[in-house]
């Protein structure tokens, strides 16, 4: 059996259908035999199919992508690649809503809204009941009037609390902490309510709100519930952990959308593509690490095995003890990073050999500005690379990244320079540089002030 491993562009080429009038057994230069070669009306079909589908990506993108992250609902991994596709699109996709999701991915008119049935811990009984009680009351004015007119054995304490983590109820109670802090108290009142009601009998909340003409006023007894005294909100970094637990991924916000700009010009790939780079290439990434092994080998060395992730995907890393030393301190959870190594396969699964790791916090880039003219001159050209090869040093210990930018009438254009002129030395490098009258200055990857 033939098997494909790994995949290249080359551009357009001639295709050639096959089509023979009897069933046909083609033998290849190897010997093997291609016993299943597609006829014309196979690749027709094919070539219909692929038509219509780029005809709704263009002309109905957003219906298109809901659809698509529907249908791929239960596969995370490709989940998270068409959110960043959606990202790359300026299609936004947005946290669920108690209010407006369905029990799907629903196209808005500019956005996608993420199904009630993509939240952990909700199960389709409890969609079933709100989106019934939705149907027939309106939307919800709180949480304590969802509990009201839902059954709370049906829509349970791990229900609400999921709803409340994801986000859910953001457009009516941003604090999701205070939310978490009334859920007793509006659960206790609900039930309570519930068995007064299947009882017969009123409380005392229902005489409060009685009118002048002895009628219960129904439309906000929700209003009477009681509320816990007030606390500030979960940590953006907290709140963001605790909504990927229950999507599965970071949908409000990423911890590494703040430097996505830059990572397209500093980190060559991203991880959504990382089984397309050949075996053992060497590859850069800025990456968050989601899950950190620390382990010992026979030889009682140490090493650690890694799960990371960026905007387009996620990975496996390993560590090996020969680098582990050096880059132990930053190999925890929830740390991101800009990481150097290689791409590995193994077993038919693709691993990113770390070989060395930073910071994003820490992470230094030399910015050299170049008008039209600069950058093409064959002469300027030869002295900023003389410069640089000589800041370089030992390839080993250089890491920063030098980006050139090209300063057109209308825009302005970012270019990576490759590896082999990454330097050693930032402030060096700047003054070396200005120094032959470039113009240039040491920068950091964070925005300033964001380097918490």
Not at 238 to 250: C, I, R, S
Not at 288 to 314: F, N, P, Y
Request: proline share 4%; glycine share 6%; with cysteine.
């Amino acid at each position: 059996m033939t098997k494909i491993i790994s995949r290249q562009y080359v551009g357009i080429q001639n295709v050639y259908d096959i089509g023979v009038v009897k069933d046909h057994n083609f033998v290849l230069s190897s010997g093997l035999v291609a016993s299943n070669c597609f006829n014309k009306s196979h690749s027709t079909a094919y070539g219909y199919v692929t038509y219509q589908t780029a005809y709704l990506k263009a002309n109905y993108p957003v219906e298109y992508m809901a659809a698509l992250l529907t249908a791929n609902s239960g596969d995370q991994d490709k989940v998270q690649r068409y959110i960043a596709t959606c990202l790359s699109m300026n299609i936004q996709v947005e946290p669920p809503d108690i209010n407006r999701s369905g029990v799907d991915f629903t196209p808005l008119k500019q956005s996608i809204l993420f199904g009630l049935s993509a939240v952990r811990n909700v199960g389709q009984g409890a969609i079933e009941a709100i989106l019934h009680a939705r149907d027939e009351g309106g939307p919800f004015k709180s949480l304590a009037d969802l509990c009201d007119r839902v059954d709370t054995r049906v829509v349970n304490r791990r229900a609400l609390e999921a709803l409340i983590h994801c986000g859910a109820w953001d457009r009516i109670e941003a604090n999701r902490r205070q939310l978490m802090a009334d859920l007793n108290l509006i659960l206790e009142w609900a039930q309570s309510r519930a068995k007064d009601r299947a009882s017969g009998q009123g409380n005392l909340f229902d005489f409060f709100g009685m009118t002048a003409s002895n009628t219960p006023e129904t439309s906000n007894d929700f209003e009477a519930a009681p509320k816990a005294p007030p606390v500030e909100d979960y940590p953006p970094p907290e709140k963001l952990k605790l909504e990927k637990e229950l999507l599965g991924f970071y949908v409000s916000d990423h911890p590494l959308k703040e430097v996505a700009r830059s990572a397209k010009v500093l980190a060559p790939i991203n991880l959504g593509s990382l089984e397309h780079h050949a075996d053992k290439s060497t590859v850069s990434a800025i990456v968050m690490l989601t899950e950190a092994k620390h382990v010992i080998t026979k030889r009682g060395e140490r090493m650690a095995i890694l799960q990371i992730e960026d905007l387009t995907g996620k990975s496996e890393a390993v560590v090996f003890p020969k680098n582990y030393e050096a880059i132990k301190d930053y190999l925890e959870a929830d740390m991101r990073l800009i990481v150097w190594g290689k791409v590995d396969r193994r077993d038919d699964q693709v691993q990113f050999i770390i070989e060395d790791a930073e910071p994003i916090e820490t992470v230094k880039m030399v910015m050299v500005e170049l008008a039209v003219q600069q950058a093409s001159d064959i002469q300027e050209q030869h002295r900023l690379k003389t410069i640089l090869l000589e800041q370089r040093s030992d390839e080993e210990n250089a890491k920063i990244p030098v980006v050139a930018i090209v300063a057109a009438p209308n825009e302005r254009q970012f270019v990576r320079l490759g590896s082999q002129f990454r330097v050693r030395d930032a402030g060096a490098t700047v003054q070396a540089l200005n120094q032959a009258g470039f113009q240039c200055r040491a920068d950091t990857l964070l925005p300033t002030g964001k380097a918490s």
